[in-house]
């Protein structure tokens, strides 16, 4: 998917490329924030730029606006789940640098992300989180999405599975 950049109030959207590779590690090599991550904390640089030159497309860079630096990622895709309850549902997700959480930024980027993909007729969206980050979930509350339920997900490599809350809404209108 070619994704457009988007500006909101304090970040710019925009796609990630490979010359990303030392910004993107600020996080994917931090195991504070991989932890509840699908994927394993990443080793060095050179492995993001590795990933961002063949599997990053559709992968939004979360950029400050006030100072330029790269402080996250995320997506909206139609979800791939073989769950029929997912049938439907644009599924989002994110991920910030641990110095930046606990601003507003991922609520701020998700709800951008939401809107991108609600412009272009998603009207279901939904996302999960493991039951022991709940701070993922009030971002998906910020969001407009309601607990529907219980379920799981594991990491890529099946090293750890975890417990999950599944957020989920169906947006006539958006509510922001």
Known sequence: MCIPTIETERLLLRPLVPEDAEAVFAWTGDERVTKYMNYSTYSSAEQVREWLETGSSGIWG?????????????DVHLSKSPDEAADGFWEFGYCFRYDCWNRGYCTEATKAMIRYAYERGARKFMAQHAVQNPASGRVMEKCGLTFSGYGSYEKFDGSRRFESKVYRAVFEELPY
Not at 62 to 74: A, P, Q, V, Y
């Open 62 to 74: 979360f950029e400050r606006e006030s100072d330029g630096l790269l402080i996250g990622s995320g």
